[in-house]
């Protein structure tokens, strides 16, 4: 699984993340973030070129050394300084009240431990930071949810622990942030199994 997970599936998602249906969502997403900006599941850095002239720095933190070497090949490309940290959003680093933003596209789904991962991301917000977020989950529909917890158990194995099941705006509430805006809907072009979307900014209080 090492293999896979290192020099496999860091090309799989690079280049099928990349896509052009997914650039619309990142921007808008990350359009209000600000400061100093912790990105958990940083990926290969696609989100990068979105960031406004408001953000000072950006820290990306991810576990996958395969999908590192991606991220370093953008990190220098931008005015901001990109720094980029193996380190698991369970446990995170980093002094209580550290950054402004956290950001986190379409990573949700595959944090083990996401309850603690979001404790630990409102942890390390300063007081009124905001959490920024374009994920993927369980759609409303019941003939949906019904093929999304099949799935679930292949994507796990496939995808690094891609919970197709998740109701991402559950967990964000159970945190303790106050969700200040939440978009669901249906992404075009998309199978519903996997394209139902949670977009939306909560902010720490």
Same mark, same amino acid.
């Given at each position: 699984?090492?293999?896979?997970?290192?020099?496999?599936?860091?090309? #799989?998602?690079?280049?099928?993340?990349?896509?052009?249906?997914?650039?619309?969502?990142?921007?808008?997403?990350?359009?209000?973030?600000?400061?100093?900006?912790?990105? #958990?599941?940083?990926?290969?850095?696609?989100?990068?070129?979105?960031?406004?002239?408001?953000?000072?720095?950006?820290?990306?933190?991810?576990?996958?050394?395969?999908?590192?070497?991606?991220?370093?090949?953008?990190?220098?490309?931008?005015?901001?300084?990109?720094?980029?940290?193996?380190?698991?959003?369970?446990?995170?680093?980093?002094?209580?009240?550290?950054?402004?933003?956290?950001?986190?596209?379409?990573?949700?789904?595959?944090?083990?431990?996401?309850?603690?991962?979001?404790?630990?991301?409102?942890?390390?917000?300063?007081?009124?930071?905001?959490?920024?977020?374009?994920?993927?989950?369980?759609?409303?529909?019941?003939?949906?949810?019904?093929?999304?917890?099949?799935?679930?158990?292949?994507?796990?194995?496939?995808?690094?622990?891609?919970?197709?099941?998740?109701?991402?705006?559950?967990?964000?509430?159970?945190?303790?942030?106050?969700?200040?805006?939440?978009?669901?809907?249906?992404?075009?072009?998309?199978?519903?199994?996997?394209?139902?979307?949670?977009?939306?900014?909560?902010?720490?209080?």
């Amino acid at each position: 699984m090492g293999f896979y997970r290192e020099k496999i599936l860091p090309h #799989i998602l690079h280049h099928g993340m990349a896509a052009e249906r997914h650039a619309r969502f990142r921007k808008e997403t990350v359009l209000t973030a600000r400061g100093s900006v912790l990105e #958990i599941g940083f990926g290969s850095g696609l989100n990068l070129k979105y960031y406004s002239d408001a953000v000072t720095t950006v820290t990306g933190i991810e576990t996958n050394p395969g999908m590192r070497k991606y991220a370093v090949k953008l990190a220098h490309e931008y005015e901001f300084p990109v720094h980029l940290l193996d380190m698991d959003a369970q446990r995170l680093g980093f002094d209580n009240g550290e950054f402004d933003t956290v950001v986190s596209t379409w990573t949700m789904c595959s944090i083990l431990d996401l309850d603690r991962a979001l404790d630990e991301a409102k942890r390390v917000l300063k007081p009124g930071g905001k959490l920024l977020f374009i994920e993927h989950g369980l759609a409303p529909d019941l003939n949906v949810q019904k093929w999304q917890h099949r799935l679930t158990w292949f994507s796990r194995r496939i995808f690094d622990g891609c919970h197709a099941n998740r109701k991402i705006s559950d967990y964000v509430a159970r945190a303790g942030f106050e969700l200040t805006k939440l978009d669901t809907f249906y992404a075009p072009d998309m199978p519903k199994s996997g394209g139902y979307m949670y977009q939306g900014s909560a902010r720490k209080i």
